[in-house]
């Protein structure tokens, strides 16, 4: 009976996982891309499939603790997720620990315990630094801080981003699996995309020139102004803004007819 009652929250635990869509596909498939695309960068064509497929692996590890879920409702995972699996001590350890078993397995030749470190350690700070650029925000600094760091420059699920790193990988590993040269295609895939992470900050900034000009163009003298990207491409954004007794949301589109708030 006990075992039945662990089997039936278990499934009941997966079912509201996939009810609330709390962790979309697209999410791991960017963590995914942009580690493998950080093995072959780091290793190049030398052991093939391998670099790529543990880079892939550990960066997604911070977002193992999606376990949780089993164990704990999704309010509290809220405050649960990206919280000590995101943080920038704990990872770091992480990684050197792999890193070590890596290089006493011999799993990447000669290649030495600094090399094989890096490329494990990016591969943890890459999904940190994706995930602190979205609105959700990560506990980078635990245990020391609780504070959740989130830039809202881009949206958790972005193929502008995750589509070039993919095409790389395409590129690499199928197309021109054989050409000793391949790691190029992986070069200019993270370029692209590392390109439009720093043109989101740029058109953050914009963004939030442009409707902080809509409230003072109402004459609302507000005190503080939180915007954040919806949907994909970075073009469509709403602006929430306190003021001193009310809170107002303006919706912005780089597309459309500016609206007053």
């Given amino acids: ?25 697209m999410d791991s498939i960017t963590h995914i891309a942009l580690g493998a695309s950080i093995g072959e960068a780091v290793f190049g064509n030398k052991f ?12 997604s590890i911070p977002d193992f603790d999606v376990a949780l879920y089993l164990f704990y409702d999704f309010y509290a995972m809220l405050s649960i997720h990206r919280g000590y699996s995101h943080s920038i001590l704990i990872c770091s350890l992480l990684a050197i620990f792999i890193s070590f078993l890596l290089f006493h397995w011999k799993l990447f030749g000669e290649s030495s315990f600094a090399k094989i470190s890096f490329f494990a350690w990016t591969c943890f700070m890459s999904h940190l630094l994706l995930d602190t650029l979205t609105s959700y925000g990560t506990q980078l600094f635990l245990p020391f801080s609780n504070t959740r760091v989130g830039f809202d420059c881009i949206n958790v699920v972005d193929p502008v981003y995750t589509i070039p790193l993919i095409i790389g990988l395409i590129l690499c590993f199928w197309i021109y699996k ?3 040269n391949r790691t190029k295609f992986v070069h200019w895939s993270i370029a692209i995309s590392t390109i439009y992470l720093l043109l989101t900050f740029l058109n953050k900034q914009h963004i939030e020139n442009i409707i902080q000009d809509h409230f003072d163009q109402a004459d609302i003298k507000i005190q503080k102004l939180m915007t954040m990207p919806v949907g994909i ?3 469509n954004w709403y ?8 809170i107002y949301l303006q919706k912005y589109s780089l597309f459309e007819k500016e609206e007053n708030p």
């Fill in 1 to 25: 009976i006990a075992w039945f009652s662990f089997l039936k929250n278990t499934v009941a635990s997966f079912k509201k996982i996939k009810d609330l869509n709390f962790i979309p596909i």
């Fill in 48 to 59: 093939g499939f391998k670099a790529a497929l543990l880079g892939a692996l550990l960066s």
């Fill in 178 to 180: 054989t050409k000793t």
């Fill in 233 to 235: 491409a970075n073009y």
């Fill in 239 to 246: 602006g929430v803004a306190k003021a001193k007794d009310s």
